[in-house]
C-alpha cells in the first residue's frame, strides 16, 4: 500500500507541495520503522529520517544553533523504562513514543519528551548566582 493512499496521511497531505527531501523522507519512513522493528509509522521515525538525510537541514539547523554539543535528555515517567505511566520496571517490547522535543539553551541540552509528564526547569551549569557581586556599594550580576 502506497503511504500517500492511505486515509490518515493521505488526508492531511498534499504531496505535490513537498520538497524533494521531504518526499524523500516520507518515502523512507517505512524502512526506518521496519529497521527499529515498529509495527506503526511515528513521528520519531520521520525525526530519524530527516537527521539521516545527506545534506540533512535539520542537522544543519543543529549545527548553525551551535547545539551539536549539547547531551540528549529523555524526560520520561520516573516509574519504568518505557513512557507509559501504568507500566513499572524494565518491561520488553514496548514502543517508545516521542511527544516533543525542546532545547534548554540554559542547561545547553536537548530534551526529548516521552509521554505526559511533568518536567522540572533545567539548570545551567554554572548557576548565576557566581556572577553576583557588590561592587562600590551597588549590588551586580542581577538578571
Known amino acids: 500500500m502506497d503511504l500517500f493512499e492511505t486515509e490518515r496521511i493521505g488526508d492531511c497531505m498534499n504531496i505535490s507541495k513537498f520538497t524533494q527531501k521531504s518526499v524523500q523522507a516520507v518515502q523512507d519512513l517505512e524502512k526506518v520503522a521496519y529497521q527499529f522493528g515498529n509495527q506503526e509509522i511515528e513521528e520519531e521515525h520521520l525525526l530519524y529520517a530527516l537527521l539521516e538525510q545527506e545534506d540533512s537541514l535539520i542537522l544543519k539547523l543543529i ?15 520516573q516509574y519504568s523504562f518505557s513512557a507509559d505511566p501504568k507500566i513499572y520496571g524494565a518491561v520488553n517490547n514496548f514502543e517508545f513514543h516521542i511527544k516533543d522535543i525542546v532545547i534548554n539553551n540554559g542547561a545547553e541540552m536537548i530534551v526529548a519528551i516521552a509521554g505526559e509528564i511533568l518536567r522540572m526547569p533545567g539548570l545551567p551549569k554554572e548557576p548565576q548566582a557566581l556572577h553576583i557581586d557588590i561592587v562600590d556599594g551597588e549590588i551586580e550580576g542581577l538578571s
Open 63 to 77: 549545527e548553525k544553533m551551535g547545539i551539536t554539543h549539547y547531551p540528549v535528555c529523555i524526560a520520561k515517567t
